[in-house]
């Protein structure tokens, strides 16, 4: 995984108690290392009975907490401090995996070893990922603590249904990475400078219909709307993704509202920007359609010179729609589109931002192959209304999105 902003210098403590899914807690420590952060590990004995020390120090390069009694972290904090000072230090505290013991001493504020001390102690957020048994997460001891705890203020990942180790199906089982790693990124995010913000963004390519097989597309993956998705939910934005696009994880905790043509788009839009804050428009809309959308399947006749011919009509332009109601209502208080340009890329970058009433237009060159469609880098120009102009370097579309959004938080400020 790349670096993300989110996690640069972030203290995360990750604390790992003993369920077999352990195990997968070293991949969680492993990513969250890649993206930036500075991983502080505290095992319980038991945790130790599955995975050692030494994997977690190897992943995050730190020391690995396992007692108060004696140090054996190959330099990390004395075990006099160490209680108080990794809770102290912690932007954020995830344990994960936590066992249905280690819940109940957190709801009961047991304290008789370093990683249930360290909960009492901190005073960062906290984020809990059981994993379990079906029978023991369902039992009402089990969920009494879990009430106690998210009532304290706690974050509870809800583990999912799935088979365990002892081949029994149930609720119990540990989420992947990428899903904690989703979880983890809402948390440190949500006090960011989008926080109680509406932001909608559309993302894809539409698809219009000829008939109920065949569609009229584009190559637009979504890649640079999700991304824009995600940059939002870092800084704790409330996003609405409209997309077009079907293949592609969504970012936890944005709404997602699927589409296929660019009149659902439009439809679609006009409804979200209604008390929004922002519209980032980066899906590729359509522009023409097939007049006539047949009801049954097109037939090739026998003749195999003969073909049929398709008559197209215009879709309607989104960014206007907006532009008009916009006029009237308010709504969305900043817009943004994007340009994908073959040719004159600031030229007609210019011309869409002022036709389309744009407060900032991204504009990318299409035909470059490292850029625009479907690949996972772009490299932009950014124009805005004020007549300010900057070329940015080729970059990842998250990293982009990162700089895009920045910019929303400056026009929501001024
Ligand atoms: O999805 P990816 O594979 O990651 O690719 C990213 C991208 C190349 C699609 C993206 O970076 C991009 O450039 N999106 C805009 C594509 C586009 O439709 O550009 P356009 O120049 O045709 O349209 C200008 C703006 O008007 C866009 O914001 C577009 O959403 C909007 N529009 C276009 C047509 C239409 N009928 N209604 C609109 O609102």
Redesign the pocket.
Known sequence: MEPITLFKDKRILLGVTGSIAAYKAVDLASKLTQVGALVDVIMTDAAQRFVLPITFSSVTGRPVYTSMWHSDTGGGLPTHIAHVGLGEGADLFVIAPITANTIAKLASGLADDLLSVTALAAHCPTIIAPAMDGGMYQHPATQSNLHTLVKRGVTLIEPEVGRFASGMVGKGRFPDTLTLIGHIRRVLGREGALAGRKIVI????TREAIDPVRYIT??????????LAQAALDVGADVILISA?RNLPVPLGAALVPVNS?QQM?DVVLKYVDGADALI???????FRPAQIADQKIKKSHDASEAPSLALTR????????KQQRAESGWPRVV??????SQNLLD??QD?LTR?GLDM??A?D?TAPDA????DT?R?VILDAQGAQESLDLAS?AAVSEQVIARVVTLLES
């Open positions: 559309t993302a894809g390519g584009n190559h637009s993956s979504g890649k640079q709307g999700y991304a696009a660019a439009c428009k980066a899906a590729a809309v359509a522009d879709t309607p332009d989104i960014l206007l729609a907006v943004v589109g994007f340009a994908a340009e007609n970058a869409k389309k237009i991204v990318n299409i625009g469609f479907a690949v772009n932009v579309k």
